[in-house]
């Protein structure tokens, strides 16, 4: 693969455990002159009013604001962090060897369309670290449906910033938990920051 060369991912994804996560979308993959990968759609979105504190800088009851699902969607312990990409605080994901986990955003009802979820992150050790970007859905009774996941980011350092794009396409309404999850694969510490979400025009 070359930089700047665009490559078509879709289909089932592997997470590791029992219960593989399929992914109906197809996802584009850009790879960048760092060497990092970002997939979908980046620009021309509207932000979506009903998510906000994607920059970490309000905390409550040791949580970040709207930092919390309702499921078990939100499985990760997290804690603040002043090495931060932008503004004064970061989230700090924990990880673990025995389980994924993750970092979920409160539930959310969106209109039929297609979303962009972007994020910077880093390890938060010299360990490294790995993360996967997605959203769960919900049913009408509140029950957990099958993780979606883009692109595994892989081999996260300490020194820099890696900044995640990931874009998915919802064909009806539908309400949805954004999630970062930190694979067991790898299970260290990693830190997010400058959280956005948008829906293209």
């Known amino acids: 693969m070359k930089v700047g060369q665009v490559v078509e991912v879709y289909g089932l994804l592997n997470n590791n455990t029992d219960k593989p996560e399929m992914s109906k979308n197809n996802i584009l993959i850009s790879v ?6 970002t997939g979908g759609e980046t620009g021309g979105g509207t932000a979506v009013a009903a998510f906000t504190n994607g920059d970490f800088e309000t905390w409550a009851d040791a949580l970040p604001t709207n930092w919390k699902s309702t499921s078990t969607a939100s499985s990760a312990t997290l804690s603040q962090s002043t090495d ?17 986990k993750r970092l979920g955003y409160t539930e959310m009802t969106l209109a039929a369309g297609t979303y962009t979820m972007k994020f910077y992150t880093k390890a938060a050790t010299a360990d490294g670290g790995s993360v996967a970007p997605g959203y769960v859905p919900f049913s009408s009774d509140n029950k957990v449906g099958s993780y979606v996941y883009g692109p595994y980011v892989n081999n996260l350092t300490t020194s820099t910033w890696v900044e995640v794009t990931y ?26 920051d400058d959280f956005t979400f948008t829906q293209s025009k």
């Open 84 to 100: 931060a990409h932008g503004g004064k605080y970061s989230v700090l994901v924990t990880g673990s060897t025995s389980s994924n």
């Open 32 to 37: 960048t002159g760092e060497g990092t990968s």
């Open 167 to 192: 874009s998915f396409t919802l064909d009806a309404e539908t309400t949805i938990c954004l999630v970062v999850m930190n694979p067991k694969t790898t299970g260290k510490d990693v830190l997010i």
